[in-house]
C-alpha cells in the first residue's frame, strides 16, 4: 500500500484545512485508514480513524467536534477537514493503513506527512 497526504498549510486560528490522503496498491489488505499528527518535540498521536468497508469513523478527544474524516471508496481517498484550527493544530500529518484503529502498532503503512501550520 502506498499513501499520499497532501493539503497541509499555513492557516490563521479559527480557519480551515482539508487533508488528502490517496492511496493505491492492495488497499484491501488493510481496512483502516487513520490520520496520526506529530507536532515538534512531541510524540505522534492519533487523530481520526475511518474504515473503508463499512465508514465507522473514530476521532481522538482534539479532534472531536473540529475534524471530520471521509473516504471515497471509488477513488481510493481519505480526507481529514478541519475546522475551528488551533495553534495547537500545528503538526505534521501522516496518513496511514493499518488493521485495527485503536492499536498503533497496526498501522504498517505510512504516507510522507503534510505539514500543518496553525497561527494565532
Known amino acids: 500500500v502506498q499513501l499520499q497526504a497532501s493539503g497541509g498549510g499555513l492557516v490563521q486560528a479559527g480557519g480551515s484545512l482539508r487533508l488528502s490522503c490517496a492511496a493505491s496498491?492492495?488497499?484491501?489488505?488493510?481496512?483502516?485508514m487513520g490520520w496520526f499528527r506529530q507536532a515538534p518535540g512531541k510524540e505522534r498521536e492519533f487523530v481520526a480513524a475511518?474504515?473503508?468497508?463499512?465508514?465507522?469513523?473514530y476521532y481522538a478527544d482534539s479532534a472531536k467536534g473540529r475534524f471530520t474524516i471521509s473516504r471515497d471508496n471509488a477513488k481510493n481517498m481519505v480526507y481529514l477537514q478541519m475546522n475551528s484550527l488551533k495553534p495547537e493544530d500545528t503538526a505534521l500529518y501522516y496518513c496511514?493503513?493499518?488493521?485495527?484503529?485503536?492499536?498503533?502498532?497496526?498501522?504498517?503503512?505510512w504516507g510522507q506527512g503534510t505539514q500543518v501550520t496553525v497561527s494565532s
Open positions: 496511514a493503513a493499518g488493521r485495527t484503529w485503536y492499536i498503533p502498532n497496526s498501522y504498517d503503512y
Open positions: 475511518i474504515t473503508w468497508s463499512v465508514g465507522n469513523t
Open positions: 496498491g492492495r488497499t484491501s489488505s488493510r481496512d483502516v
